[in-house]
């Protein structure tokens, strides 16, 4: 049986004290900082040399492997990897009600490893051999029973390269129409709207946390604003 949702339009105040200012730092003049005129995509560096990689963990979600790898230098250092299949993430939006401040789909759920509840944007794992548009689909009709007509891929990138191989992909998913929700025996999810204007307010207050949110949110509203959406 699907969850109940509860439908709310603002998820709290923000908090009454200001952030500290951050330590005083030292700033190099202009002058002194290297520019150049253009990113080149190919380094000019070598890439490592993997020497050998061992499974050291299996679990539902993720694999850890302890891979030695050899830097050009000679180097041979240890990393512990963490793979994953890659997951997607949906920024759906209505603007149905009104175009200059569509409302945004999100949801709120407690997370385990943060230990606190966090206001997100509906994101799953892809399964294996599954497309990634498809996985988006499956994903935002679990956790929020809705469809999107038009989809378009905003973005992928990667979550924490140091030590994750997960990738993200942000779809922007517009025509809605609203279902019921199956999210799984583990999910305990509540799911709301909120004008984009209020949701980036919530930013601004240090209300969301969630990485993947910051992003998809912060990179709609900049796309609208130069008219590339």
């Not at 290297?34 to 190919?42: F, G, Q």
């Amino acid at each position: 049986m699907a969850a109940k949702r509860k439908q709310i339009t603002k998820p709290g105040a923000p908090h009454p004290q200001a952030a500290k200012p951050p330590a005083a730092t030292t700033i190099k003049p202009a002058s002194s900082i290297k520019r150049t005129s253009s990113i080149n995509p190919t380094s000019r560096f070598a890439k490592p040399k993997l020497i050998s990689s061992k499974l050291t963990y299996k679990g539902r979600v993720f694999s850890v492997f302890t891979d030695k790898v050899e830097e050009p230098s000679g180097f041979v250092h240890t990393r512990d990897v963490i793979r994953h299949n890659g997951s997607v993430v949906i920024l759906a939006v209505d603007e149905s009600k009104n175009p200059a401040d569509p409302e945004i789909i999100l949801i709120r759920q407690y997370r385990h490893a943060a230990g606190q509840f966090l206001i997100e944007l509906p994101a799953g794992r892809v399964d294996a051999n599954e497309a990634t548009l498809a996985a988006a689909k499956r994903e935002m009709i679990e956790e929020t029973g809705y469809r999107a007509k038009r989809w378009t891929l905003l973005i992928k990138y990667f979550a924490s390269p140091g030590f994750l191989g997960e990738w993200m992909q942000i779809y922007l998913a517009r025509d809605l129409r609203e279902g019921t929700a199956t999210p799984e025996p583990d999910e305990n999810i509540e799911i709301f709207r909120l004008p984009l204007s209020e949701a980036l307010a919530l930013i601004t207050a240090n209300k969301i946390h969630d990485g993947k949110t910051l992003i998809g949110l912060m990179l709609y509203d900049s796309a609208r604003r130069a008219g590339r959406i």
